[in-house]
């Protein structure tokens, strides 16, 4: 058993350490990665309920969300300690562990990769990926560009965020995860390839 609670469990657990408007936002993710999950051929309810639980650390103050990356046995990049909104990512991958006894490795890596991406996402790392920014309550001004990608491709609508996403942390002076990068060039080139037939490659 991949979730060894039920999702009535689920918001349970969440409406006690979620604000309102995150708890909101988790149930349009799990509902949008349903979505996502049927079109694509995935498991609807491991979608929905990894979407439900993404952001199950959010709410936590900083410390506790270091703290819950320790207990989780996770050791920190550089550019990880630098990045704060980085770390409710990471941590709630450690909690679902840790304290919820999810065991299951790619909910885990869903979880925490769901603000960074990363080279090789699965499937299931895709659609909360995307499901987190495609999501009914989210307004900013290129959502609904990112909704019509998300119904042709997973793989356009991530590469579209990820552009944005990247720029904006630039525009921004932040710093640049490794692997947000390495998502980006894994997806462009794969667009490139779909572009060309991969005619350049075999030049
Ligand atoms: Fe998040
Ligand atoms: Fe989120």
Redesign the pocket.
């Known amino acids: 058993m991949i979730f060894p609670f039920t999702e009535a469990d689920a918001m349970r657990i969440l409406s006690e350490r979620l604000k309102p408007e995150r708890l909101r936002h988790s149930v349009c993710v799990a509902e949008c990665a349903q979505l996502l999950a049927g079109r694509y051929g995935y498991d609807e309810k491991i979608a929905k309920m990894t979407g439900l639980l ?2 199950i650390c ?1 709410n936590d103050n900083l410390d506790f969300q270091l703290q819950t990356i320790k207990n989780g046995g996770i050791m920190l990049t550089s550019i990880e300690k630098k990045s704060p909104p980085l770390y ?2 990471i941590a ?1 991958a450690a909690y679902l562990k840790t304290v919820l006894q999810v065991e299951d490795a790619d909910v885990l890596n869903a979880v925490r990769y ?2 960074t991406g990363r080279a090789g996402m699965s499937a299931l790392e895709k659609i909360i990926f995307v499901a ?1 920014l495609a999501s009914a309550d989210r307004n900013y001004p290129d959502v609904e560009t990112v909704r019509k990608l998300s119904g042709q491709s997973l793989e356009q609508a991530m590469l579209y965020v990820l552009e944005f996403l990247i720029c904006d942390l630039i525009h921004r002076k932040k710093y640049l995860h490794p692997d947000s990068i390495a998502a980006y060039n894994e997806l462009r080139s794969e667009m490139d390839a779909d572009c060309y037939g991969g005619a350049l490659c075999q030049r």
């Open positions: 993404h952001d959010k409710h990512a709630g769901h603000t987190d």
